[in-house]
């Protein structure tokens, strides 16, 4: 009888064993490489690729609508002055920011207040300006169009002088089926966006099995940002290294700008700007929401040194205690973020 | 059975909608407003006005024993550079005919229209508008803007009131006496109001007012730090900018 029952819970430790070794996560296979979509010619799909980039049902992704959205992109006859066009403050070459600009420069030479920020893989943000306030790419792009100080139009005027260029009389009826609006306009630039897409940098390709893509210190750099010490992932976090969060980073004490805080009018919002992606961060200085910090180093710094005391301030953010040498591993990872087939795809440049 | 016969008509003519139109004199104190003329502030700043579009909603006539008849819908009223600035109708409405204590409605767009997704909206709410505000989903409610004839030089001014802590609520009834009396007739007709543009650059408590000489004044936005206090002072005067013109 009691070997009987040694007999029973033998068998049901066995099952249960099974049923484990069944049921345990284990390693995905390698992703296999399959054809890059034509936009993306040259970036292989590797491990992030293969997310998709949500489109909202009310503007389908078509090629005529990203190639129109494209050339409006790059068009400053989109501005009041026509002298500002998207691409003015979103450069390819600087992953689509504003390379060397702490603020850009809008119609007029009328100077904006915030940094513009990187364009890379923008189709996946969940918000969007520096204090998050724009649920879609449709929506964030009214902003820039009419803004006093950037582009400067009335939907009006805009209509008028793009319904007055053939060449955009007839790609707007054959996308949209109507003359071109501000709202057809907003629709296809945010196709185009929708194809900046970045997923070849060095960091990229060592994720996907080659182990000579990092250097060693941007190695030593990774295990830092993703351990508690350097305490980078809580923030910057997922394929974009972004939690689309708005945060207070300890920037200042007394912020001019108050960031989220400006649209919803709570003292516990003030200094509060959204985490922004790493992904080509070393091509986008100068950084934070004002460009007030000149290098990808001194940034780290900032956040090693633990910031300027204020009542927002993230809990997250305190004295680190990283070594020189701990802060430059810090920056190898960075710069293995960087993605030169992004910013010469012929896909995203400026049509010819 | 004769005598209702008799009032039959008359039943039928106050119960029938009469169509009615909404205009607006826009006014600078008590002078017909004029795009592109030189006007001056009570602290003597001088300026112009080159636009007002403004949403007008939530539109309902009180009748004499307070109950209140809505109008559904919601417009906006845009006046250019180009166009009329008196007796300009924004809105057209089918009322029962009969005497009526006063009007009021709302300067803004209704929560529950303010924050829907703008790309989905049709005219007059949408993007194609130029009232839509992308950084911060909903609409300029109230707008309004200009120019500054400063001894440096001409500057643009505007002010963009929005958020829906800055709908205006307007109204222009009275119960208690019969100063307001709105008469709409079977055959329909007009109401006209009075929009003393100008109210907006009357000083705040401790005479705070729009200073077009500092630069940060001279875009008044929502919540914006450096001019919620004057947006608070334009939004205050701008509940009484509005008059039954006689």
Redo the contacts between chains.
Sequence with gaps: MRRGLLGWVGLLLLGAGLLAFYLWPRPKPAVQAEPPPAAHQASPRILFAERTVPV?D??PQTPAKVELGRRLFYDPRLSKDGQVACASCHKPEFAFSDGGKPVSAGIFGRKGSRNAPSLTNVGFRRHL?W?G????L???????L?A?DEMGM???EL?QRLGAIPEYARAFQEVFGDAP???TV??AIAAFERTLLSYNSPFDRYQAGDDKAMSQAALRGLELFFSEKGDCFHCHVGPDFTDDEPRNTALYTVYKD?GL?????KDEDVGKFKTPTLRNVALTAPYMHDGSIKTLRDVVQHYNQGGQPNLNADALIRPLGLTDAEVDDLVAFLQSLTDQSFTSNPALLPPR | MKGWLTLLPLFLAGALAAPVELKINLRIGDQPLRFGQTYQTPQGQRYQIEMLKFYLSEVALVRPDGREVRIDGLVLADFRRDGPTQGVSVMKMDVPAGQYRGIRFNVGVPRELNHLDAGTQQMPLGVNSGMYWAWNPGYIFYRLEGLALLPEGNQKWVIHMGTDAFRIPVRLQDLQTRRVQINIPPAGGAITLNLDVARAFQPGPGGAYVDWRQQSLRQLHGLSPETSLLMSVVYYHMQSAFSLAQ
């Design positions: 909202p009310d503007n300006f204090e306030r724009s649920p879609r449709e929506l964030q792009a009214v902003g820039p009419t006093h009335e939907p009006e209509a609006t501000l709202k907003t629709y108050i805080a400006r649209a919803t009018g």
